[in-house]
Structure formats: C-alpha cells, structure tokens
C-alpha cells in the first residue's frame, strides 16, 4: 500500500514532557514525523498539536490507536486535507544585491500574497503564508536569486465545516 501524507489533529495537556511522550510514540514505531506544530489553546491548560506523517492507512490507523492510549491526550483526529484548511508559514532570505533582482522580489511576493518584512544591504526577507505547496512554488521561483535562509513553521490544520476536534 503507497505512503501518503496524514494529517493528525490532537488535544493534549499543556505541560512538560507531552510532547516527548507524543513524538517518542510515533518514533518508536519507525515513522518520521514530516511536520509538528504546537500551539496553547483553552487559557493554556490545553494544547493543540498538529503531526503530519507519511504511512500506509493502515500504519496511521496503528499511530492514532497509540496516540489514544497515552495519558496526557484528551483527542486525536484524522483530518482530510479535502475538507480541512491547511497553513504554513514561511521566512525566506533572498540574496538581493541589486535593484533589478529587488524588483523581482517584490513583484513575486504581491503575486503570491507575501511581505517584504525585512531589507538590507544585500538580502530581502519574505513572508509567505499558504499550503506548503504554494511555499514550494514560491521557494522554486525565487531559488535562482540565491536563497540564503528558510524558517518554515509546519502544518496547521483545522476541519472545515461546524465540526470540531
């Protein structure tokens, strides 16, 4: 069975040693965890944990199951990319030296809806926001400048519709 991407969604204590607990779980079984987002939720008490894997459907039903067992987990769900909203944000450094290669920064990060949040005298940091495939698209547009640094947050996720985690 081919491997795709799983989307976990899960609620979680807010306090030390859960997250440990959460990625020795998925580590212990042999899986590679692709992208982790962590966030308080509920005045801090609780958090929300974003966990983006690639295994078979079998594989991820198997981390869901063991993700369910541990303590410190209130929830955990499968999200369906078709029907839930995901978003990454990135930092890129672009190498820009010169006016001309200034302009073309600016007029790529308008087409894919980004800000110039910081210039210097020989770079330009973009801020992009979307699927992680817009952030590809734009990571492989400007590539050819000289990309000098990217800080990419991973995966949020939440369900579309009135349903909730």
């Known amino acids: 069975m081919p491997q795709q991407r799983h989307i976990f969604s899960t609620i979680v204590e807010n306090r030390p040693g859960v997250l ?13 965890i692709e ?27 198997f981390i869901a199951r063991n ?3 541990l303590v410190e987990v209130f929830k955990v769900k499968r999200l369906d ?18 006016s001309r290669v200034r302009s073309d920064i600016v007029h790529y ?3 894919f809806r980004g800000r110039i949040v910081d ?30 640094e990217v800080a990419r947050t991973g995966l949020v996720a939440l369900q579309r519709g009135g349903e909730t985690i």
């Open 20 to 32: 440990f607990r959460i990625t020795n779980t998925i580590r212990r079984r042999g899986f590679n």
């Open 35 to 61: 992208s982790l987002t962590v966030g308080p939720i509920d005045n801090g008490k609780l958090a929300r944990m974003t966990i983006v894997i690639y295994a078979d459907e079998s594989d991820a039903e």
């Open 67 to 69: 993700l369910h067992k």
């Open 81 to 98: 990319p078709d029907k839930s909203i995901l978003r990454e944000m990135a930092l890129i450094k672009i190498c820009a030296e010169d």
């Open 109 to 111: 990060s308008r087409i």
């Open 119 to 148: 210039v210097s005298q020989d770079s330009m940091i973009v801020e992009i926001t979307g699927t992680p495939e817009k952030i590809n698209a734009f990571i492989n547009l400007v590539k050819n400048h000289g990309i000098k």
